[in-house]
């Protein structure tokens, strides 16, 4: 079992930046890769960027650009380092780690961006 502690969301305003951080209880390096999703009540879970363990990074159209995914397996954490954001940023983000096919979600940090 791999637990996933999400932490960094809170109230922004637009334009403004935040971090996310996803803590793992195991060694992330061993995973096959990681990602961050994001919800909005009434609507499907998305996903927002992933890192495969060889670094490379994907991310959903709406946030390219102004949205990076990093990884530091020293720490046994990834990050999404936000900027330039939007209302409709606003949602529960995430954390998931893909363990050879077994998925891992965190509890989710809520991101608020207010005009």
């Known amino acids: 079992q791999v637990q996933l502690v999400e932490s960094g969301g809170g109230l922004v305003r637009a334009g403004g930046s935040l971090r996310l951080s996803c803590a793992a209880s195991?060694?992330?390096?061993?995973?096959?890769?990681m990602a961050w999703y994001r919800q909005v009540p009434g609507k499907q879970r998305e996903l927002v960027a992933d890192i495969t363990n060889y670094g490379v990074t994907a991310y959903a159209q709406a946030v390219k650009g102004r949205f990076t995914i990093f990884r530091d397996n020293v720490k046994n954490t990834i990050y999404l380092e936000m900027n330039s954001l939007k209302p409709e940023d606003t949602a529960v983000y995430y954390c998931?780690?893909?363990?050879?096919?077994?998925?891992?979600w965190g509890q989710g940090t809520l991101v608020t961006v207010s005009l």
């Open positions: 195991g060694s992330i390096s061993s995973a096959n890769a």
């Open positions: 998931n780690a893909d363990y050879r096919g077994y998925l891992y």
